[in-house]
T-cell receptor, first 118, second 118 residues
Framework: GAVVSQHPSRVICKSGTSVKIECRSL??????MFWYRQFPKKSLMLMAT?????????EQGVEKDKFLINHASLTLSTLTVTSAHPEDSSFYIC????FGGGTPYEQYFGPGTRLTVT | AQTVTQSQPEMSVQEAETVTLSCTYD???????LFWYKQPPSRQMILVIR??????QNATENRFSVNFQKAAKSFSLKISDSQLGDTAMYFC???????????????FGPGTRLSVLP
């Protein structure tokens, strides 16, 4: 099956700094990638949808200037948390969709990144 | 907007027994997809089963089967012969085939935490 990786798996950063999380589709071209945030014992909350070569579409209530998303290639999307604060600490999950494959409705999830802001 | 409800925050079942997790959803769409995802302690999201709304036949994957009632907007998951490895959070999810104006077309329910007891 299709594989999506995320890097890093865990990151600790100081308040006020920025941190970048990478999401890669390893064996398929992902025309669309999604970024989710998951609080402890809660469901996944969609933050934004990124299409290769265009600006990301953010969900209502998500600060686009704080959570910068770049989808520069068909296999890589990045989420940069700018000027991080402790309340940004969370588990971030990306997923990717392969519209060119036989299952355009399928989303392949990355393993997630745990961000801790101190 | 679509909503997905899972009314059972937690459930437990004895090993080898059968358990049913409930899911209801609200939509005005006629064509859509429904999914059950499993999230074990590793936090990796794993697709368990998928159902296309236009198919009347209930989907089955080995020990996992669904009871899809389109008119009632119900999509329950039955796990037969429960195994210890089935212990996880289970999320019901709804997907429209295309993005809406806000870019969100994949909605997760709040999840059900299933514990399989030895």
């Amino acid at each position: 099956g299709a594989v999506v990786s995320q890097h890093p798996s865990r990151v600790i950063c100081k308040s006020g700094t920025s941190v970048k999380i990478e999401c890669r589709s390893l064996d398929f071209q992902a025309t669309t990638m999604f970024w989710y945030r998951q609080f402890p014992k809660k469901s996944l909350m969609l933050m934004a949808t990124s299409n290769e070569g265009s600006k990301a579409t953010y969900e209502q209530g998500v600060e686009k200037d704080k959570f910068l998303i770049n989808h520069a290639s068909l296999t890589l999307s990045t989420l940069t948390v700018t000027s991080a604060h402790p309340e940004d600490s969370s588990f971030y999950i990306c997923s990717a969709r392969d519209f060119g494959g036989g299952t355009p409705y399928e989303q392949y999830f990355g393993p997630g990144t745990r961000l801790t802001v101190t | 907007a679509q909503t997905v409800t899972q009314s059972q925050p937690e459930m437990s079942v004895q090993e080898a027994e059968t358990v049913t997790l409930s899911c209801t959803y609200d939509t005005s769409e006629n064509n859509y997809y429904l999914f059950w995802y499993k999230q074990p302690p590793s936090r990796q999201m794993i697709l368990v089963i998928r159902q296309e709304a236009y198919k009347q036949q209930n989907a089955t994957e080995n020990r996992f089967s669904v009871n899809f009632q389109k008119a009632a907007k119900s999509f329950s998951l039955k796990i037969s012969d429960s195994q210890l490895g089935d212990t996880a959070m289970y999320f019901c999810a709804f997907m429209k085939p295309v993005l809406d104006n806000y870019g969100q077309n994949f909605v997760f329910g709040p999840g059900t935490r299933l514990s399989v007891l030895p």
